[in-house]
Protein backbone atom coordinates (compact mmCIF):
# COMPACT_ATOMS: atom_id res chain seq x y z
CA UNK A 1 0.00 0.00 0.00
CA UNK A 2 1.28 3.57 -0.47
CA UNK A 3 2.64 5.87 2.32
CA UNK A 4 2.30 3.07 4.47
CA UNK A 5 4.90 2.06 7.11
CA UNK A 6 5.61 -1.56 8.65
CA UNK A 7 8.05 -2.50 11.15
CA UNK A 8 10.88 -4.83 9.38
CA UNK A 9 13.98 -5.92 10.88
CA UNK A 10 13.61 -4.05 13.93
CA UNK A 11 12.75 -0.49 12.54
CA UNK A 12 10.05 0.86 11.10
CA UNK A 13 10.38 1.99 7.33
CA UNK A 14 8.62 2.49 4.33
CA UNK A 15 6.30 -0.07 2.52
CA UNK A 16 7.78 0.61 0.05
CA UNK A 17 11.67 -0.36 0.99
CA UNK A 18 10.60 -3.73 2.18
CA UNK A 19 11.88 -6.55 0.00
CA UNK A 20 11.19 -9.78 0.15
CA UNK A 21 12.83 -12.76 -2.05
CA UNK A 22 10.40 -14.73 -4.46
CA UNK A 23 12.65 -18.01 -2.78
CA UNK A 24 11.82 -16.63 0.71
CA UNK A 25 10.84 -20.25 2.18
CA UNK A 26 7.69 -18.29 4.17
CA UNK A 27 6.79 -17.37 0.22
CA UNK A 28 7.34 -20.84 -1.36
CA UNK A 29 6.28 -23.46 1.54
CA UNK A 30 3.86 -20.84 3.97
CA UNK A 31 6.52 -21.60 6.77
CA UNK A 32 5.10 -18.49 8.95
CA UNK A 33 1.76 -18.12 11.29
CA UNK A 34 0.71 -14.73 11.73
CA UNK A 35 -1.91 -12.50 13.86
CA UNK A 36 -4.49 -10.30 13.33
CA UNK A 37 -5.42 -7.32 15.99
CA UNK A 38 -7.58 -4.86 16.10
CA UNK A 39 -7.26 -1.11 17.49
CA UNK A 40 -10.42 0.45 17.95
CA UNK A 41 -10.87 4.28 17.35
CA UNK A 42 -13.07 6.24 19.96
CA UNK A 43 -14.13 9.73 18.10
CA UNK A 44 -15.35 11.44 21.53
CA UNK A 45 -12.21 11.03 23.13
CA UNK A 46 -10.32 10.78 20.08
CA UNK A 47 -7.87 7.83 20.86
CA UNK A 48 -7.22 4.94 19.59
CA UNK A 49 -7.27 1.30 21.53
CA UNK A 50 -5.19 -1.44 20.41
CA UNK A 51 -7.87 -4.41 21.81
CA UNK A 52 -6.50 -7.37 23.34
CA UNK A 53 -2.23 -6.75 22.05
CA UNK A 54 -0.65 -8.34 24.29
CA UNK A 55 -2.81 -11.72 24.67
CA UNK A 56 -2.42 -11.23 20.65
CA UNK A 57 1.29 -11.35 21.00
CA UNK A 58 1.43 -13.97 23.64
CA UNK A 59 -0.52 -16.40 21.48
CA UNK A 60 1.89 -15.41 18.32
CA UNK A 61 5.08 -15.82 20.21
CA UNK A 62 3.74 -19.42 21.55
CA UNK A 63 2.73 -20.30 18.25
CA UNK A 64 6.25 -19.40 16.82
CA UNK A 65 7.23 -21.70 19.66
CA UNK A 66 6.04 -24.59 18.32
CA UNK A 67 6.22 -23.71 14.38
CA UNK A 68 10.73 -22.93 15.34
CA UNK A 69 10.28 -19.69 14.57
CA UNK A 70 12.68 -17.65 16.58
CA UNK A 71 11.34 -14.23 17.12
CA UNK A 72 14.24 -12.26 19.02
CA UNK A 73 11.38 -10.07 20.66
CA UNK A 74 9.30 -10.04 23.90
CA UNK A 75 5.17 -9.36 23.83
CA UNK A 76 6.56 -6.13 25.70
CA UNK A 77 8.90 -4.68 22.51
CA UNK A 78 6.42 -6.21 20.11
CA UNK A 79 3.59 -4.55 21.71
CA UNK A 80 5.68 -1.13 21.56
CA UNK A 81 6.96 -1.66 17.80
CA UNK A 82 3.18 -1.69 17.25
CA UNK A 83 2.13 1.26 19.39
CA UNK A 84 4.74 3.22 17.26
CA UNK A 85 3.91 2.30 14.16
CA UNK A 86 0.56 2.78 14.64
CA UNK A 87 1.18 6.91 16.05
CA UNK A 88 3.49 6.86 12.93
CA UNK A 89 0.11 6.93 10.53
CA UNK A 90 -1.27 8.88 13.27
CA UNK A 91 -4.59 6.76 12.35
CA UNK A 92 -8.01 8.44 13.17
CA UNK A 93 -10.01 5.27 12.28
CA UNK A 94 -10.37 1.57 13.42
CA UNK A 95 -7.58 0.08 12.30
CA UNK A 96 -6.24 -3.70 11.45
CA UNK A 97 -2.70 -5.05 12.53
CA UNK A 98 -1.21 -7.91 11.15
CA UNK A 99 2.06 -9.41 12.63
CA UNK A 100 3.38 -12.06 10.28
CA UNK A 101 6.57 -14.19 11.39
CA UNK A 102 8.48 -16.17 8.77
CA UNK A 103 11.07 -18.13 7.53
CA UNK A 104 12.98 -15.50 5.88
CA UNK A 105 15.69 -17.99 4.02
CA UNK A 106 16.10 -18.78 -0.14
CA UNK A 107 16.91 -22.18 1.03
CA UNK A 108 15.22 -24.38 -1.74
CA UNK A 109 14.32 -27.23 1.28
CA UNK A 110 11.31 -26.62 3.53
CA UNK A 111 13.26 -26.90 6.72
CA UNK A 112 11.84 -25.05 9.68
CA UNK A 113 15.77 -25.98 10.91
CA UNK A 114 17.11 -22.44 9.96
CA UNK A 115 18.15 -19.26 11.48
CA UNK A 116 16.81 -17.36 9.37
CA UNK A 117 13.57 -16.07 11.37
CA UNK A 118 11.70 -12.71 10.39
CA UNK A 119 8.74 -10.35 11.69
CA UNK A 120 7.04 -7.93 9.48
CA UNK A 121 4.04 -5.71 11.23
CA UNK A 122 1.82 -4.01 8.94
CA UNK A 123 -1.21 -2.45 9.06
CA UNK A 124 -3.78 -0.72 7.68
CA UNK A 125 -7.66 1.14 8.05
CA UNK A 126 -10.35 -1.39 8.32
CA UNK A 127 -14.22 -0.96 9.28
CA UNK A 128 -16.86 -3.46 8.86
CA UNK A 129 -14.91 -6.97 7.39
CA UNK A 130 -18.08 -8.46 6.20
CA UNK A 131 -20.42 -5.05 5.48
CA UNK A 132 -23.73 -7.18 7.05
CA UNK A 133 -25.23 -8.49 10.03
CA UNK A 134 -27.07 -11.50 9.36
CA UNK A 135 -25.38 -13.75 7.22
CA UNK A 136 -25.71 -17.53 5.69
CA UNK A 137 -24.05 -20.01 6.27
CA UNK A 138 -22.92 -23.67 5.12
CA UNK A 139 -20.70 -26.34 5.60
CA UNK A 140 -18.18 -27.10 3.41
CA UNK A 141 -16.98 -30.06 2.16
CA UNK A 142 -13.21 -29.32 2.77
CA UNK A 143 -11.91 -31.16 6.26
CA UNK A 144 -10.52 -28.89 8.71
CA UNK A 145 -6.97 -29.07 9.21
CA UNK A 146 -6.00 -31.27 12.50
CA UNK A 147 -3.75 -30.12 15.57
CA UNK A 148 -1.54 -33.32 14.06
CA UNK A 149 -1.24 -32.16 10.45
CA UNK A 150 -1.06 -28.23 10.19
CA UNK A 151 -2.28 -27.00 13.90
CA UNK A 152 -4.66 -24.65 13.63
CA UNK A 153 -4.16 -23.14 16.96
CA UNK A 154 -0.55 -21.83 15.56
CA UNK A 155 -2.14 -19.49 12.78
CA UNK A 156 -0.16 -20.92 10.56
CA UNK A 157 -0.36 -19.10 6.97
CA UNK A 158 -0.74 -22.44 4.72
CA UNK A 159 -3.83 -23.35 6.96
CA UNK A 160 -4.97 -20.49 5.12
CA UNK A 161 -5.43 -22.58 2.22
CA UNK A 162 -8.10 -24.38 3.76
CA UNK A 163 -9.85 -21.58 4.89
CA UNK A 164 -9.47 -20.18 1.09
CA UNK A 165 -10.95 -23.81 -0.31
CA UNK A 166 -13.92 -23.26 2.23
CA UNK A 167 -14.68 -19.93 1.25
CA UNK A 168 -14.32 -20.44 -2.74
CA UNK A 169 -17.06 -23.46 -2.59
CA UNK A 170 -19.51 -22.14 -0.30
CA UNK A 171 -19.48 -18.41 -1.61
CA UNK A 172 -19.77 -19.87 -5.40
CA UNK A 173 -22.64 -21.56 -4.09
CA UNK A 174 -24.22 -17.78 -3.18
CA UNK A 175 -23.80 -18.49 0.75
CA UNK A 176 -22.03 -15.55 2.65
CA UNK A 177 -19.62 -17.87 4.89
CA UNK A 178 -18.00 -21.39 4.99
CA UNK A 179 -18.31 -23.67 8.43
CA UNK A 180 -16.13 -26.20 8.77
CA UNK A 181 -16.52 -29.75 9.98
CA UNK A 182 -13.38 -32.10 11.79
CA UNK A 183 -12.66 -35.04 10.60
CA UNK A 184 -15.07 -37.07 12.86
CA UNK A 185 -18.25 -34.71 11.87
CA UNK A 186 -17.78 -32.00 15.19
CA UNK A 187 -18.79 -28.18 14.04
CA UNK A 188 -15.33 -26.56 14.17
CA UNK A 189 -15.35 -23.04 13.42
CA UNK A 190 -15.32 -21.11 10.17
CA UNK A 191 -12.55 -20.05 7.60
CA UNK A 192 -11.46 -17.43 9.84
CA UNK A 193 -13.60 -17.05 12.68
CA UNK A 194 -15.22 -19.25 15.43
CA UNK A 195 -18.55 -20.01 15.72
CA UNK A 196 -21.28 -19.86 19.37
CA UNK A 197 -24.88 -20.71 19.47
CA UNK A 198 -27.48 -20.38 21.70
CA UNK A 199 -29.72 -23.78 23.00
CA UNK A 200 -31.68 -23.87 25.70
CA UNK A 201 -30.44 -20.64 27.49
CA UNK A 202 -26.87 -21.60 27.55
CA UNK A 203 -24.19 -20.39 24.91
CA UNK A 204 -22.24 -23.22 23.25
CA UNK A 205 -18.73 -23.07 21.79
CA UNK A 206 -16.49 -26.00 20.22
CA UNK A 207 -13.30 -26.91 22.49
CA UNK A 208 -9.89 -26.35 21.79
CA UNK A 209 -9.89 -30.63 21.10
CA UNK A 210 -12.28 -30.02 17.93
CA UNK A 211 -9.16 -27.99 15.76
CA UNK A 212 -10.01 -24.48 16.28
CA UNK A 213 -7.94 -21.37 16.89
CA UNK A 214 -8.52 -20.42 20.48
CA UNK A 215 -9.51 -17.17 19.38
CA UNK A 216 -9.51 -13.42 21.57
CA UNK A 217 -12.60 -12.48 20.62
CA UNK A 218 -14.29 -15.94 21.51
CA UNK A 219 -12.64 -15.72 25.00
CA UNK A 220 -14.22 -12.25 25.26
CA UNK A 221 -17.87 -13.49 24.39
CA UNK A 222 -17.24 -15.92 26.81
CA UNK A 223 -16.36 -13.64 29.57
CA UNK A 224 -19.13 -10.86 28.66
CA UNK A 225 -21.61 -13.60 28.26
CA UNK A 226 -20.79 -15.01 32.52
CA UNK A 227 -19.88 -11.93 33.90
CA UNK A 228 -22.59 -9.30 32.06
CA UNK A 229 -25.20 -11.21 30.80
CA UNK A 230 -25.19 -13.81 33.63
CA UNK A 231 -25.14 -16.78 31.25
CA UNK A 232 -23.88 -20.30 31.03
CA UNK A 233 -21.07 -20.72 28.84
CA UNK A 234 -19.83 -24.57 28.10
CA UNK A 235 -17.22 -25.46 25.79
CA UNK A 236 -18.26 -28.78 24.05
CA UNK A 237 -18.31 -30.77 20.74
CA UNK A 238 -21.25 -29.80 18.85
CA UNK A 239 -22.84 -31.77 15.56
CA UNK A 240 -23.98 -30.56 12.36
CA UNK A 241 -27.62 -31.17 13.09
CA UNK A 242 -27.53 -29.26 16.67
CA UNK A 243 -26.40 -26.56 14.94
CA UNK A 244 -29.92 -26.80 12.61
CA UNK A 245 -31.41 -26.94 15.81
CA UNK A 246 -30.04 -23.72 17.82
CA UNK A 247 -31.86 -20.55 18.62
CA UNK A 248 -29.22 -18.62 17.15
CA UNK A 249 -25.51 -18.95 16.18
CA UNK A 250 -23.34 -16.20 15.51
CA UNK A 251 -19.50 -15.97 14.46
CA UNK A 252 -16.65 -14.32 16.52
CA UNK A 253 -13.62 -12.85 15.36
CA UNK A 254 -11.34 -9.88 15.04
CA UNK A 255 -11.81 -9.22 11.36
CA UNK A 256 -15.35 -10.64 11.40
CA UNK A 257 -16.17 -9.10 15.34
CA UNK A 258 -19.69 -10.29 16.29
CA UNK A 259 -22.34 -11.20 13.74
CA UNK A 260 -25.04 -13.42 13.39
CA UNK A 261 -25.65 -16.38 10.85
CA UNK A 262 -29.30 -16.70 10.41
CA UNK A 263 -29.40 -20.08 8.54
CA UNK A 264 -27.05 -22.55 8.31
CA UNK A 265 -27.42 -25.31 4.74
CA UNK A 266 -30.45 -23.39 3.72
CA UNK A 267 -32.07 -23.87 7.49
CA UNK A 268 -32.96 -21.25 9.36
CA UNK A 269 -31.42 -20.30 12.78
CA UNK A 270 -34.03 -19.63 15.25
CA UNK A 271 -36.73 -17.05 14.18
CA UNK A 272 -34.42 -15.99 10.88
CA UNK A 273 -32.80 -13.37 12.58
CA UNK A 274 -30.19 -11.89 14.56
CA UNK A 275 -31.33 -13.26 18.08
CA UNK A 276 -31.13 -11.18 21.92
CA UNK A 277 -28.18 -13.04 22.88
CA UNK A 278 -25.25 -12.26 19.78
CA UNK A 279 -27.40 -8.31 19.94
CA UNK A 280 -26.39 -8.23 23.45
CA UNK A 281 -22.93 -9.53 23.21
CA UNK A 282 -22.16 -7.42 19.98
CA UNK A 283 -23.07 -4.13 22.03
CA UNK A 284 -21.24 -5.01 24.86
CA UNK A 285 -18.16 -6.19 22.72
CA UNK A 286 -18.02 -2.72 20.65
CA UNK A 287 -18.36 -0.64 24.25
CA UNK A 288 -15.48 -3.09 25.75
CA UNK A 289 -13.16 -2.92 22.69
CA UNK A 290 -13.58 1.30 22.68
CA UNK A 291 -12.54 1.29 26.53
CA UNK A 292 -16.47 2.34 27.45
CA UNK A 293 -16.72 -0.29 30.21
CA UNK A 294 -14.12 0.62 32.91
CA UNK A 295 -14.07 -3.23 34.22
CA UNK A 296 -12.70 -4.15 30.40
CA UNK A 297 -10.36 -1.11 30.90
CA UNK A 298 -6.78 -3.63 30.70
CA UNK A 299 -7.93 -5.24 27.48
CA UNK A 300 -7.82 -1.59 25.72
CA UNK A 301 -4.24 -0.54 25.39
CA UNK A 302 -4.75 3.62 24.48
CA UNK A 303 -2.20 4.51 21.42
CA UNK A 304 -1.85 8.17 21.87
C1 LIG B 1 -9.27 -19.80 11.74
C2 LIG B 1 -9.62 -18.73 12.71
N1 LIG B 1 -10.43 -19.02 13.74
C3 LIG B 1 -10.78 -18.09 14.64
C4 LIG B 1 -10.33 -16.79 14.54
C5 LIG B 1 -10.73 -15.79 15.57
O1 LIG B 1 -9.67 -15.52 16.44
P1 LIG B 1 -9.52 -14.09 17.10
O2 LIG B 1 -10.81 -13.82 17.80
O3 LIG B 1 -8.38 -14.25 18.04
O4 LIG B 1 -9.26 -13.13 16.01
C6 LIG B 1 -9.48 -16.44 13.49
C7 LIG B 1 -8.95 -15.08 13.34
O5 LIG B 1 -7.92 -14.76 13.80
C8 LIG B 1 -9.10 -17.44 12.55
O6 LIG B 1 -8.29 -17.14 11.52
Partial sequence: MENMYVFYDGKIVPESEVHISIRCKGFNYGLGCFEGIRAYWDDAEKQLYAFRMREHYERLLQSC???????????????????????????HSTVYIRPLAFK??????????????????????????VGKDELRAAFTSWERLGDNMLPPRTKPTAAY??????????????YDEALFLTRNGHVCEGPGENVFMVRKGKLITP??????????TRDTVMILAREEL?????????????L?????VFFSGTAMEVVAVVEVDDRRIGTGQQGPVCRKLKELFFQVATARLKKYADFCMPVY
Fill in 207 to 216: PPSDNILEGI
Fill in 65 to 91: KTLYINIPYTVEELCQATLDLLKKHNF
Fill in 244 to 248: YAADE
Fill in 104 to 129: GSDQIFPTLLDDDNRIVIYCQPLGSF
Fill in 230 to 242: GIEVIERSITRTE
Fill in 161 to 174: LNSGLASLEVVRRG
